[in-house]
């Protein structure tokens, strides 16, 4: 890793668009932004909005957020779509709503997309026994996540960056986990990059290998691009030169 800007591919008229977990906010990725925009690339950092009353599902809301955020961005301009977390399984429904091409999709510690599945039951398929105690919770009314900032205080070691990261969090209950997420058919129509930070997600990390997928494990927080925004911008930016290179 760490080839430099001379080697890169060129992302000229190419756009990053950085997609946090609809549990918390962009603050997730404004130190990734902040270093990409400072390597001359165009980055879009949507917030995923939705309304308590609306009867539109929740990735369909996020879905929007996404598109309006594209709103003065060129059709013509292709996008590479990076998701965190509770976003990776958004990313076919995005990519579905905008017009833009996709150079690429990276997925760092995230969950990864399976047609019609509800976010608990693609917990349930990475950890049974916890998915199921999460869900008797949610049917008692609960709502996730709960942080506090003393609870983040092992990933984000920054406590500004933490009460920031507390403020914006959106908990959710048990509609928001058993909305089912469609898939279009002949997904994933670009590469796939995926990021392996943290040991929930290294399921799906072998997952994506399995899939051929090009992935990369940095043992780290689930948060890390909060503590090393610079490290993890050069590390999506080597990736996505090794899959750019394999592809005609």
């Not at 999709?105 to 998915?131: C, H, I, K």
């Not at 590469?191 to 899939?211: K, Q, W």
Request: negative net charge; glycine residues 8%.
């Amino acid at each position: 890793m760490g080839g430099g800007l001379e080697s890169r591919v060129n992302y000229d008229g190419i756009v990053f668009v950085l997609i946090h977990s609809p549990l918390v906010g962009p603050l997730t990725w404004s130190r990734v932004a902040e270093e990409m925009r400072g390597r001359g690339l165009e980055v879009a950092v949507p917030t995923l909005e939705d309304l308590p009353d609306s009867k539109e599902p929740f990735s369909m809301q996020h879905t929007k957020s996404v598109s309006l955020s594209l709103g003065n961005i060129s059709t013509e301009s292709p996008v590479v779509l990076v998701a965190h977390s509770g976003a990776g399984p958004l990313l076919p429904v995005i990519r579905d709503a905008i017009p833009n091409s996709v150079h690429a999709y990276v997925f760092v510690d995230a969950g990864l997309p399976r047609n019609a599945a509800t976010r608990l039951e693609l917990m349930q398929s990475e950890d049974s026994s916890w998915a199921k105690e999460f869900q008797e919770y949610l049917e008692a009314g609960g709502r996730f996540p709960n942080w506090s900032a003393d609870d983040l205080g092992e990933i984000i070691p920054d406590l500004e960056l933490r009460e920031q990261m507390v403020a914006e969090i959106n908990p959710r209950g048990l509609d928001f986990f058993t909305e089912p997420i469609p898939v279009f058919t002949g997904w994933p129509d670009a590469p796939c990059v995926y990021i392996l930070f943290s040991e929930p997600y290294r399921r799906a990390e072998a997952e994506a290998r399995l899939a051929g997928w090009k992935t990369y494990v940095l043992e780290a927080g689930h948060f890390h691009m909060l503590v090393d925004g610079e490290a993890v911008t050069e590390l999506i930016l080597d990736l996505l030169q090794d899959v750019s290179a394999k592809t005609p």
